[in-house]
């Protein structure tokens, strides 16, 4: 079956510091693959996707390049700032599979400091 | 349309109590799904309809958990006879048939069974 794996958190990082988030997967077809953010007390909103192999999405600064040779797509980021404290989700959409279902992972708690 | 909408934000029930969230979608979304959240976990998939039509249910949906989408508008999730391990952020989240472009998420409903 599906799975994502996500490095365990917390993170805790000073502003302006180099973030790195590492998500694997495992899926049986070809998938789509995201990232999350929720803020506290707040639901999901979609950070950045890549749909297909060697994609890199982008979004406020964050980064992430869909790698199938290592099925990872880890999460970067410059330059962090204490506004982008929150969790961060990897997911996956496996057309192979059920074509509406995302898998997350756990998720990883990442927090900056002034 | 500002995007996905859930209520109650927050409810606090005693065990065996049933209680109900709604879902409001964004209005040109065909697909619906809820998803469960527990406390350092990522999201779970509960239940997903195109239009009003349920087309699969989670094993984590047990008997005590019926959802409907009437008319394919809105989406009611029940729960009957609480019980203390159903304390969790209940995520809802709409699509179009695309959902390599990824979902749409509301804000969730914490659910605290005491």
């Known amino acids: 079956g599906n799975s994502v794996t996500q490095m365990e958190g917390p993170v805790t990082l000073s502003e302006e510091a180099f973030l790195t988030i590492n998500c694997t997967y495992t899926?049986?077809?070809?998938?789509?693959l995201f990232w999350y953010v929720q803020y506290p007390g707040e639901g999901l909103q979609l950070l950045l996707k890549?749909?297909?192999?060697?994609d890199k999405g982008s979004n406020k600064g964050f980064e992430a390049t869909y790698r199938k040779e290592t099925t990872s797509f880890h999460l970067e980021k410059g330059s962090v700032q204490v506004s982008d404290s929150a969790v961060y989700f990897c997911?996956?959409?496996?057309?192979?599979?059920?074509?509406?279902?995302?898998?997350f992972g756990k998720g990883t708690l990442l927090t900056v400091n002034p | 349309d500002t995007g996905v909408s859930q209520d109650p934000r927050h409810k606090i029930t005693k065990r065996g109590q049933n209680v109900t969230f709604r879902c409001d979608p964004i209005?040109?979304?065909?697909?619906l799904y809820w998803y469960r959240q527990t406390l350092g976990q990522g999201p779970e998939f509960l239940t997903y309809?195109?239009?009003?039509?349920?087309?699969?249910k989670s094993r984590l949906l047990s008997d005590r958990f019926s959802a409907e989408r009437p008319k394919g508008s809105f989406s009611t999730l029940e729960i009957q006879h609480t019980e203390q391990g159903d304390s969790a952020m209940y995520l809802c989240?709409?699509?179009?048939?695309?959902?390599?472009?990824?979902?749409?998420f509301g804000s969730g409903t914490r659910l605290t069974v005491v």
């Open positions: 989240a709409s699509s179009t048939d695309g959902t390599v472009y990824g979902y749409t």
């Open positions: 899926a049986t077809g070809y998938p789509s």
């Open positions: 890549a749909t297909k192999a060697d």
């Open positions: 997911a996956l959409w496996d057309s192979g599979g059920s074509n509406y279902k995302l898998t």
């Open positions: 209005s040109e979304h065909n697909r």
């Open positions: 309809f195109q239009n009003e039509a349920q087309l699969e």
